[in-house]
Structures are given as C-alpha cells and as structure tokens.
C-alpha cells in the first residue's frame, strides 16, 4: 500500500505537431497507479490506467485536441486478470478506467482543448495537485507539489524569576532567525520591542479575562484598544482566546468562552482590524485517538467546542492545538523512538483509510482532524500552538532527546501528516526558557531552548 505523506508524481505535457504528449514520472516511495478518462477524442489516453513503480517512467501520446482527466489511484491491488480496487481514486473494478473517472474524494487535473484552451484543478482529499503552464498547450502536472516550509516559532512564557528583559529576549528572536512567537498575555514591553520587527505574533487572551470580556463589549473594545490597535506596527497573526480552556475551567471560562470570542472578533472587526481570533486546546479534549480515523471530541469537549468550532468555519480561523508527544511516551503508551520521531515497532497502519503512521505526532495531529471532521470541522487547518521536549524532571528528558525531538520536528513539519500530506504544518516550539516559577505540577518547568540567565541553548537548534 501505498504511504500517503510522501507522493512526488510528475506528469509533463507538450504538444508537437498536433501531438499531446505525455511524460509520467513516479518518484514516489511506493507504487501509483495513474487513472485518465478521455472526455474529447477517441485515443484512450493511457488504456484508461496503468501502474508505476517508484521511479518508473512512461510516454503517451494523444492528439492536440484531447480533453480529458487525470489523477493517481494510491493503495490499489488488482489480481492476474486485473479485477481489484484502490483505496483512492478507485474508477471501478478494472486495472483500466475504461470510461470512468476517480471516486469523488480524488484530486483532478481537468484539461479542455477547442476552440478556447484551458485547464482547471478539482480539488480532493487524497494529494495535492499543481498545474504550471509552460507554454501554448504544455503543462507540468505535479502531484503533491513540494510544499513550502512555514516558519518555526517559539512560545515566549513568562513563569520565571530569572527571565531576560523582553527587548532582550526579541532581539533574541532576531539573532536566532525566529520568525514566529506566541506570547500567553500582553506584556506592554515585549510589544514596544516586536513594532516594526516583522515577526509574526499569536497573542493569547489570558483565561482569567474570558468572563469579563464575554459580559461586555466595552470591555472587549478596550483590550483590543490598549493590547492590539495601539500596536499596529506588530504583526499580529491570530488571537488566542483562551488557552486549553476546560469545560468546567476554573472561573467559569469554559461556560463563557464563545461569547469571548466573538465579542474579540467584534471589537477588531470594528477598529478595522483583520486578525484571526481562536483559541487553543489541547490533547485531553480528544479520545479513541488509536487508531487516529476514530480520533473524536470526548463528550463533554464536543457539547462545549461545538459551537466554536461552528465559528471558526465562518471565520474560516484554524484550531490551535497544544501536541506533546513526550507526555505519550511518559505515560507508557508509546515507546520513545516513536515519540522522537524515530524508525519503532509502534509504526501502524490505519485500517480504516490505510494511512501509515511512523510518529506519534502525525497519529495525535490526524486524531485531531478526524474528530473535526466529525464535528462539521473538515475544512479548519490546526495550528500546532505547543510543542516541546524537556531536559530533566521526567523519564526520557534529557538535553539530547530534547536536541533529537525538536531537530526532527522541525524537518517533518514541512511536509505534512499522512491524512494531509500536501500542506505544511504551523508550528510553535515550547519554550524559549526554562521557567522556575511553573508550579501547576505539569511537569513543563524545563521545555526551554535556552537557559534564562545566560541566554545560551541548551543544544543546537537551526529554526529556519
């Protein structure tokens, strides 16, 4: 079968002499079979459908007025008189799509030829498909195009005694290319030194302001005023509001937390301000996340998120979600190498859509997706908001696994999870800094890349 996070299909299309022809590559790890339907012109393209090996090539041929389809079927197995099926794209019971097209989930490359020429791209849910033209009726059809990479951030806490000034610990930002930060609360100096830095900012609405800012508008007006509007030379990339609110949270945020929202979204819609506002949760909100086809809102999490998550799809905002694979590992569920990104016997196959999970970040992060996807949520992208590996207080903590863990997270992001391999994944590392004064008991005193009082990493890191 074929691993869903890593297809590199090429198709090259040129037209010579009245001729359309085709170049296939496959570049893929794994077997692809290519379906085509022949919507103008009789030539066939392709019988219909063939198989490539990984790093086989083929040549077809059709005439300048072909019109037509083309998509490639993933996970298929057909026996010697090729009758099977494919587990996407399937065009029916025949090796050969004789006159029919790829099931509905499949991304397309539509091509028309006549009297006016063009092209279009169905979108799916299987791979990502790009069409570059490359001239009068040439075209270069890739199939999940190489995706680009988004910019690691950090999160910038503030629980400790020995922390750098905040002028400081931007200009650290700066030095170490860190394009990316999310701070958990307004912090008048650390805003002063991020104007005009370029560095993109999650601001989160601390838990503890949710109920007053649902309770009034005015009040909403005037936390935007002082934190966001009055700082309009910071980019501002989402507003988080709220941070792994509970249903039953202390302080009532649980019960308040949509109406916090939107009134946020109101007071920047009114001072013309275009900034995303979420909130963030975390791994507890979800169950039956093995294998993660089954991931779902727990009970209590659904009746609470839903309408939230109604809201971002109007806003078409993303989910942030806080993933720690090391608490997986620490609780004895998963083995370290599968938490560290590392080749284990813990790698699966999904029986129920045959994805193939290596890590215990792609199985977590395609737990969350499924679970919007049952909650009217398929079409949000999830903002990885918390990442992380401590150095001591823990099994497995320690500066190299921490060194191993944020060195391959950072490499794998790029490219997507299995159930969305096309599209990079936004991720925040946590922390910048240990911090001393953590004493919630969660074990997260020391996430830190770098030590507070010398400034120094801990271990080497490139961030982008």
Known sequence: ????????????????????????????????WQGTLTRKDDNNLGAGGFQLNPGASAQLTASSEWSGHVW????????????????????????????????????????????????????????????????????LITFCPATTAEPIGVCFGQFGSNLPKPSDVVAMYKQYNIRRMRMYGPNPEALDALRGSNIELILDVPNGYLKRLADSQTEANTWVRDNVQKYNDVRFKYISVGNEVMPRGPGGAGTVLIQAMQKIDKALSEAGLSIPVSTTTNMGAFTDTYPPSRGRFSDEYRNFLQPVIGFLVSKRSPLLVNIYTYFGFKNGNFSLDFALFIPSNDEFKD?????????????NLDSVYAALDKSGGGSLEVVVSESGWPTQGGPGASAENARIYIYNLIQHVKNGS?????????????????????????GMSYFGLFLPTTKQLKYGVNFN
């Open 72 to 139: 490639a079927r993933t996970g298929c197995e057909f026996d010697s008189s090729g009758q099977g099926s494919c587990v996407i794209g399937d065009c029916g019971v025949d090796f050969t799509c004789a006159g029919s097209g790829g099931d509905s989930s499949v991304t397309m490359a539509e091509f028309i030829h006549g009297e006016k020429d063009y092209f279009d791209v169905v979108d799916g849910t299987n791979v990502k498909l790009g069409v570059k033209p490359q001239g009068d009726n040439n075209y």
């Open 351 to 363: 029986p129920n859509n045959q994805h193939y999970y290596q890590n215990l970040f792609d199985a």
């Open 1 to 32: 079968m074929a691993n869903f996070s890593s297809f590199h299909i090429l198709f090259f299309m040129f037209i010579t002499s009245g001729v359309a022809a085709f170049a296939t590559e496959d570049s893929c790890p794994s077997t692809v």
């Open 418 to 442: 299995p159930r969305r391999p096309w599209k990079a994944i936004e991720t925040y590392i946590f922390a910048m800094f240990d911090e001393n004064e953590r004493l919630d008991g969660s």
